[in-house]
């Protein structure tokens, strides 16, 4: 089982609908495959990229009749950030598990989770073992666990 960071998708547009229980719509987020990278294209370490595919789809009685709105996500291991496929036959290629080059021109910034912890000033340090920027005040990393110097 392929595990993946819950809050990657809390900004999307997510709802649920029943008349008397038999049909709805809901959105899905589908986690498809690792790919392992020698170099990130976005950081340049090294590190996986989880690719996920995102749809809502239209069901009756729990059984999906069709979908729309499908949107593929890489989420990196190395930097901790999510990209939007934006060239739809790249998201294609890798979804079927062709490995083709991800370059800059074919993806869109998503969500970067540093930001959350505002860790990006004068004050902070890397983390010796995930490589995640922490305060220099955290006695352990938040992400890893691990204890710092």
């Known amino acids: 089982m392929i595990k993946y960071n819950e ?3 809390d900004g ?3 709802f649920k ?3 008397i229980g038999i049909f709805g719509i809901e959105e899905k ?3 498809i495959r690792q790919i392992e990278v ?4 976005f950081c340049t370490k090294r590190g996986t990229h989880t690719l996920f595919k995102v749809y809502s789809y239209f069901h009756f009685f ?4 069709f979908r729309w709105n499908v949107r593929y996500f890489l989420q990196t291991s190395c930097c901790n950030r999510v990209y939007l496929i934006t060239n739809a036959q790249l998201a294609h290629d890798l979804e079927r598990g062709i490995d083709v080059p991800i370059t800059l021109a074919d993806v869109e910034l ?3 989770f540093e930001q959350d912890f ?3 000033d004068a004050r902070s340090d890397f983390c010796p073992n995930c490589q995640r920027r922490v305060s220099k005040t955290f006695l352990y990393c938040p992400y890893c666990g691990s204890k710092l110097e």
């Open 7 to 9: 809050t990657l998708f």
């Open 12 to 14: 999307a547009e997510s």
């Open 17 to 19: 609908m029943f008349f």
């Open 29 to 31: 987020a589908k986690a």
């Open 38 to 41: 020698s170099m990130c294209p």
């Open 62 to 65: 729990f059984i999906p009749i």
């Open 110 to 112: 998503f969500r970067r």
């Open 118 to 120: 505002g860790y990006e």
